[in-house]
């Protein structure tokens, strides 16, 4: 993994509101403020990690930043141009530089199609090749992830699981894109196939000099393929930072609360877990201040009502809380 | 030394197929004491959740016991009616299913739900069943159960749900509960609630537990004893200190191997290559020999026996066999 601090994109104070609407006429009651305010440089050929509990926005994170959901509130800046606000035919040439991995890639695959020519779809919106070119490149992709020539022409029900995502890599790899969304892409595999698709992505990586942005909830494959890892609470950034420092210095007490929470497959050391109490908040109603006050095992008066400043406590360590 | 409770023998479960039968468990023999916890760990489609649903009487109607005993107290459950099981799953053995979300009759209160088994096995009163409800949602942990009574399971978030789950499945007081990944649909921080709750639990009531994971991370939490399935059959079994620091058989080393150490930022990732048979699929001798490392002609050619590696632990490979050049591993006496 070459990271080279060179910015490839830039997302500021993105936020994704959904409406949720409700009683006779459907009016809108209020907002699911599942992204709520995000900002981050992603650099060339990083892995960046976006960790939480489920409803946190990972997932609304990831397709807003490749422009599958409006913005509600935000700028996003790809490679120095400004597409926040840029129609799709304007954003049509960086479609092809971001694409996306999904935690079922069977769901995105159409069953009546065969592999070969879900593969070639891309090819032909995306690039001027032949069909014999692009049958030449289909056949190299099977190759490069693992699957077989003869796979061209299955139907997606004769895959098992990690070979369909095998085919979701292939698929967002086939036009070259610079970034790439993965969205919980190992979460359905078997622990074995798990760690075929992570070497997988890893050596893709290398070999093209991808970006990746990674959400996951397994803390350890997060801490095994990034470089930099964002964690989330309610939609909110909690902290940031390089890998090893996250992981060996947690000072948020979401992140700490977080790791300690792991079962470790090692047996004997009793390790003391931090019990949070109380189940996640409802997002379309956030707590004031801290959005974490509510479950913090430290929180203070303040914490409650005073949204705590997002701070360098570290070089490249950044965190939102008022006691740490 | 305490008693067994469940000792299941040689069990083989078929589905019905138009090949013939097609074996899902294929002659595995374990057995669980009193206050203990087994887990049962492997990958998908090894058949995990059929052995537990072999015990519970619960198949599917094209599956079958085809072979082998169930001994639950001294009655082998493998040869009761429908009507008999009915009344050990309501009152000696429960069980708590894969999908929480599906387990919950989402037309029906939890404290519908929750009233219905204690009226029926433990035949009391409605308001008694109420009372005891109200009892267990606490036991679990449910804050405010009292007005969790009259709602209904979408009203409560899938922590809550599976706490729920585990009231119900605990109110007819089993002396063994099943509990078939448990956790899996949970994040961490609540699943962590749930793995003390099921150890205090299980403490306090000094019930037996068979425990179905794929998480190597919570076998390691909350097993006394472990046993690792492949492809059908049992390929290790030990305590659960054995199975982490001394594992025997290349499938359980590769299991360890593939789970990303948090705690290790080296941590070196080794993949198992290929992936599980299907049930149809023929392998001779060995069941795992077309993806093991170690695989030598005998493999190929002989399915492996039984080795005590100690008094409770045992492994089917062939490295184990007297004479067989081992990198690492410990030699260990044939039975
Ligand atoms: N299209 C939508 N309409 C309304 N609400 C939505 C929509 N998509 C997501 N949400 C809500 O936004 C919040 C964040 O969802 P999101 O899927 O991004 O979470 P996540 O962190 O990816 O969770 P998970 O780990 O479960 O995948 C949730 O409360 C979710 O219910
Ligand atoms: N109703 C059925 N008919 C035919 N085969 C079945 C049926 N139910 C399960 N099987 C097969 O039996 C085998 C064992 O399934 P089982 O559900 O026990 O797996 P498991 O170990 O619990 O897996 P998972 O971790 O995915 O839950 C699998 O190959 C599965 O495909
Ligand atoms: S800001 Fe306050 S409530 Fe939030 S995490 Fe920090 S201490 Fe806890
Ligand atoms: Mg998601
Ligand atoms: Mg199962």
């Known amino acids: ?324 | 030394m305490k008693e067994t409770v469940l000792e299941v023998k040689d069990l083989v479960t078929t589905f019905k197929s138009a090949d013939g039968p097609l074996p899902a468990v294929r002659g595995a023999s374990f057995s669980v004491k009193k206050g203990e916890t087994l887990c049962i760990v492997g990958e998908s489609g090894c058949g995990k959740s059929i052995t537990a649903l072999s015990i519970m009487g619960l198949l599917p109607s094209n599956g079958m016991i085809a072979d082998g005993s169930i001994y639950f107290n001294q009655r082998n459950l493998a040869e009761m009616s429908p009507k008999q099981m009915q009344k050990v799953r309501g009152n000696d053995v429960s069980m708590i299913f894969q999908e929480p979300m599906t387990a919950l009759n989402p037309v029906f209160t939890i404290g519908f739900q929750i009233r219905e088994p204690l009226m029926i096995h433990l035949k009391l009163s409605k308001k008694q069943a109420h009372m005891r409800g109200i009892e267990l949602l606490r036991m679990v942990g449910i804050p405010s159960p009292v007005e969790r009574m009259n709602q209904f399971p979408h009203e409560l978030s899938g922590g809550m749900r599976q706490r729920v789950m585990i009231a119900i499945a605990l109110s007819c007081n089993p002396s063994l509960l099943i509990a078939d990944e448990p956790t899996t649909a949970l994040d961490v921080t609540i699943q962590a609630q749930i793995i003390d709750l099921l150890n205090d639990l299980k403490e306090q009531l000094d019930m037996s537990m068979i425990m179905i994971t794929h998480d190597m991370g919570v076998v390691a939490e909350i097993a006394d004893r472990v046993i690792v399935m492949y492809a059908g059959e049992i390929i290790e079994e030990g305590r659960v200190e054995e199975i982490f620091e001394n594992p025997q058989h290349p499938y359980t080393k590769g299991l360890l191997a593939s789970v990303p150490n948090v705690d290790d930022p080296e941590f070196d990732l080794k993949p198992i290559a290929g992936s599980m048979p299907m049930l149809n699929e023929q392998i001779s001798g060995c069941r795992f020999h077309p993806r093991c490392p170690y695989a030598f002609d005998k493999c190929m050619e002989k399915s492996p026996k039984t080795f005590h590696v100690t008094d409770k632990q045992s492994v089917r490979c062939w490295l184990q066999e007297e004479g067989v050049e081992q990198n690492g591993g410990r030699r260990a006496s044939s039975l």
Not at chain 1, 29 to 35: D, F, I, M, S, T
Not at chain 1, 100 to 114: C, E, G, T, V
Not at chain 1, 198 to 223: N, P, W
């Open chain 1, 1 to 324: 993994m070459v990271v080279d601090e060179q910015v490839l994109y830039s997302v500021k104070n993105v936020k994704k509101h959904f409406p949720v609407r409700g009683g006779l006429l459907q009016r809108v009651k209020n907002h699911v403020k599942a992204v709520d305010g995000i900002t981050l440089d992603i650099y060339k050929g990083e892995t960046l990690g976006v960790v939480g509990e489920s409803g946190c926005g990972k997932s609304t994170l990831g397709r807003t930043i490749l422009g599958l959901e409006s913005l509600t509130e935000g700028e996003l800046v790809f490679n120095g141009n400004n597409i926040s606000n840029y129609s799709s035919r304007q954003l049509k040439p960086y479609k092809k530089e971001m694409q996306m991995i999904f935690q079922d890639p069977y769901a995105s695959l159409n069953p009546k199609q065969r592999i070969g020519d879900a593969l070639e779809e891309a090819l032909i919106i995306h690039t001027n090749l032949t069909s014999l070119e692009r049958r030449e490149r289909v056949l190299q992709l099977l190759n490069e992830v693992g699957l077989k020539e003869e796979h061209y022409e299955r139907y997606p029900h004769e895959f098992s699981g990690g070979q369909r995502q095998r085919i979701g890599i292939a698929r967002a790899i086939s036009i070259n894109p610079s970034f790439i969304v993965c969205d919980e892409p190992v979460s359905a595999l078997d622990v074995s196939v798990q760690a075929q698709v992570i070497k997988l992505l890893r050596d893709l990586q290398e070999k093209h000099g991808l970006t990746y942005l990674f959400v996951s909830h397994d803390l350890g494959v997060v801490r095994h393929l990034c470089n930099r890892v964002l964690v989330m609470y309610l939609g909110q950034m909690v902290e940031l930072a390089p890998v090893h420092k996250l992981y060996e210095n947690p000072t948020h007490p979401y992140t700490e609360a977080l790791l300690s929470a792991i079962p470790r497959p090692t047996v004997g050391r009793k390790r003391e877990r931090i019990r949070l109490r109380g189940d996640l908040p409802s997002p379309s109603n956030p707590p004031t201040g801290c959005p974490f006050h509510t479950r913090c095992p430290i929180a203070k008066e303040h914490c409650s009502t005073e949204k705590p400043a997002w701070r360098e406590i570290d070089e490249g360590h950044f965190i939102a809380c008022h006691e740490r």
